[in-house]
T-cell receptor, first 111, second 115 residues
Framework: KQEVTQIPAALSVPEGENLVLNCSFT??????LQWFRQDPGKGLTSLLL?????REQTSGRLNASLDKSSGRSTLYIAASQPGDSATYLC??????????FGGGTRLMVKP | GAVVSQHPSWVICKSGTSVKIECRSL??????MFWYRQFPKQSLMLMAT?????????EQGVEKDKFLINHASLTLSTLTVTSAHPEDSSFYIC???????????FGPGTRLTVT
């Protein structure tokens, strides 16, 4: 059974810092890995999707990497802003289209 | 493109009543839709997968007679919580996919409170 773990569970940083969120998964037989953002009481916003054959994806200040063999992914946020405060979820997709989510990292960026 | 809506965004119901939540794909046809449940400060847990025109597949531990899922068209799936109890209070999120293996697009969620 696939298990997804995110570290840290919570993170508070001052504005402007670069930061790294970590995601690990137990079964490397995945099709892709996706990073989402969730604001309190809201749904999910997809940030980046990395196919199993890819090593990284970039969108603006966000960069996600994938090391499938070691079961790890990182989300790098450059020059963090207060508007980046949210919960960040990673999810892996295995056979059958099923997504398995990690527990999330709650990020607070202080002005 | 790839917008998914949910209705209602929040609902309060009394214990013992039933409540229906709708999930719609607004600009694409979704052959597969998924229903997730999220308790406070926890992650999303898949409840069931539904394919248009067929019965839903429920995850282990999810009561199919309590959580009725209908996916009668390519743009609409409904989740009915029957005989709701306070422990059913949660945030319910749906997602839709154009086909098996394609990316899932998520709805904004429905907050259910059972009093």
């Amino acid at each position: 059974k696939q298990e997804v773990t995110q570290i840290p569970a919570a993170l508070s940083v001052p504005e402007g810092e670069n930061l790294v969120l970590n995601c690990s998964f137990t079964d490397s037989a995945i099709y892709n890995l996706q990073w989402f953002r969730q604001d309190p009481g809201k749904g999910l916003t997809s940030l980046l999707l990395i196919q199993s054959s890819q090593r990284e994806q970039t969108s603006g200040r966000l960069n996600a990497s994938l090391d499938k063999s070691s079961g790890r992914s990182t989300l790098y946020i450059a020059a963090s802003q207060p508007g980046d405060s949210a919960t960040y979820l990673c999810a892996v997709r295995a056979a059958g289209n099923m997504l398995t989510f990690g527990g999330g990292t709650r990020l607070m960026v202080k002005p | 493109g790839a917008v998914v809506s949910q209705h209602p965004s929040w609902v309060i119901c009394k214990s013992g009543t039933s409540v229906k939540i709708e999930c719609r794909s607004l600009d694409f046809q979704a052959t597969t839709m998924f229903w997730y449940r999220q308790f406070p400060k926890q992650s999303l847990m898949l409840m069931a997968t539904s394919n248009e025109g067929s019965k839903a597949t429920y995850e282990q531990g999810v009561e199919k007679d309590k959580f009725l899922i209908n996916h009668a068209s390519l743009t609409l799936s409904t989740l009915t919580v029957t005989s709701a109890h306070p422990e059913d209070s949660s945030f319910y999120i749906c997602s839709a996919s154009k086909a098996s293996g394609y990316e899932q697009y998520f709805g904004p969620g429905t907050r259910l409170t059972v009093t």
